[in-house]
Nanobody, 114 residues
Framework: VQLQASGGGSVQPGQSLRLSCAAS????????VGWYRRAPGKQRRLVGS???????NVVESLQGRFIISRDNAKNTVDLQMNSLKPEDTAVYFC?????????WGQGTLVTVSS
């Protein structure tokens, strides 16, 4: 499956951004879709995910600010990011697993700075 992440950009602290991960296949066929981020000088880390059951999850440290949603009609998994902080600056990636095969999108850069 091919993934295309979009929606990144430069924002000021406190603002919001919505990232979208578009899949080349029906997301209902994907066992797992996850959003990850890699901050400058750090390892890539999980932000949140959704499974084929429709359940979504955001890591505890980002709950209350980040929301993952899925649109089966558009084959997208979105990441809504609110109240952004400078420490949210990172390249954001989406990942999908289907029948044991993992695929990564190209990443989209989010910069939070005043």
């Amino acid at each position: 499956v091919q993934l295309q992440a979009s929606g990144g950009g430069s924002v000021q602290p406190g603002q919001s951004l919505r990232l979208s991960c578009a899949a080349s296949t029906s997301i209902s066929r994907l066992n797992y879709v996850g959003w990850y981020r890699r901050a400058p000088g750090k390892q890539r880390r999980l932000v949140g995910s959704t499974t084929s059951s429709g359940r979504t999850n955001v890591v505890e440290s980002l709950q209350g600010r980040f929301i993952i949603s899925r649109d089966n009609a558009k084959n997208t998994v979105d990441l809504q990011m609110n109240s952004l902080k400078p420490e949210d600056t990172a390249v954001y990636f989406c990942n999908a697993v289907s029948d044991g095969v993992s695929s990564w999108g190209q990443g989209t850069l989010v910069t939070v700075s005043s």
